[in-house]
């Protein structure tokens, strides 16, 4: 049992952590972290509860300590950090709401007994060209009401509790915590994606849905170094692929300066990511710069590992295959439309976004 030290995690730890996630990679793909058990590994070790202010039963970590430990959650098992990711950002919203929730729900989230998942992509980065919102909130006196639909909310199925954001009369997005089981709630079945279906992600529906709390009545969660999260899971996907290399370079040494050469990279982008997160709220353009040098990174990363498998790589279950499919991700999760204008150019060998 360790917990994530608040400055700088346990290296050797963090490493131990990771290679008990590698062993579960292919059945977490599957059937996912909470039945595998490696979401039970999360909570056992303590890593959780670096997400959790120390206020509140958790042993709240430097941002950059938290990034460090999902980019090396993610090198073993993205299935498990895109997770992690998710329960993360309900724990971070659940922490700018009201003192009795926070109190009653973040030192069972920190110990694993509670888990909740995020829904709030249609505020930010979904089905903003349709001309009304995904989600709406309605108030009546006290109570609050949610109709519309959530695209996207990663665990639905396996989370006691969905924190969700809609749109109020007003215009302004309000947050709210909503029990799984809540009457109105249609919970779809888990989507069948290119990769990462075990995070059994879903679209969930609201039919006149009453929150089991408010969490803000408007406004927006306050944000930490906010964004950095997707570019740290694609730096430890990053060093999943250059493990691949490393093990390919071991019987075939002209492989080795490969390997190294991403590594450099690989350690050149983490560097920036924590100057970045040692600055409160980083500058939007400096914070898609590196989510887009990290998009390419990881997703060069990938192809490299499988052309040093060869056609072993190309089997379905070889670890370089399931790298390649999941290196996917970070085209579409949580990209900013910045990020994919210039990721798009970049694919283009166009000079940059008009
Ligand atoms: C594996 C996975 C897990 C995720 N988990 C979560 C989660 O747990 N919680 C969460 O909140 N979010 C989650 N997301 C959502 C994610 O962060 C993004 O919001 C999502 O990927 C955006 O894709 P979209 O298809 O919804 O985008 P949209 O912008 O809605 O695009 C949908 C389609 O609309 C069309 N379109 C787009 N823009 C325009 C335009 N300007 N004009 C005309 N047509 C247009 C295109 O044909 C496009 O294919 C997840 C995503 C993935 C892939």
Redesign the pocket.
Known sequence: MFSLDPSRPDQARLDSLRGDLLVRAAETEQIGPWQSGAFSLLASSGLLAGFVPAEHGGNGATEEAILESLSAVASGCLTTA?VLT?WA?ACRIVASGPEALRHRLLPRLARGEETA??????L???????GKPALVATRRGESWWLDGT???????DSSDAIVTGAVTADGTPAFFLVSAASPGLGIGPPMR?L??SG?R?SSVSFDGVEPAEVILPSGLPQARAGGLATTALAIGATRGSIAILDSEAAKRPSLAAVADGFRAEADRLAGQLRDLARNDGPAAEARDSLRTAANSLVVRAAQAALTASKGAGFLSGHPAERGIRESM?FL????PQQVAAAVMCELAHLDGPT
């Open positions: 895109l998710q950002s998942t995020v829904g709030i992509a249609q930010t980065t979904s089905r903003q060209h349709v959530c695209p996207w909310v990663t665990g639905a994606m990769a990462l995070s992600t991700l579409v999760w949580s990209c």
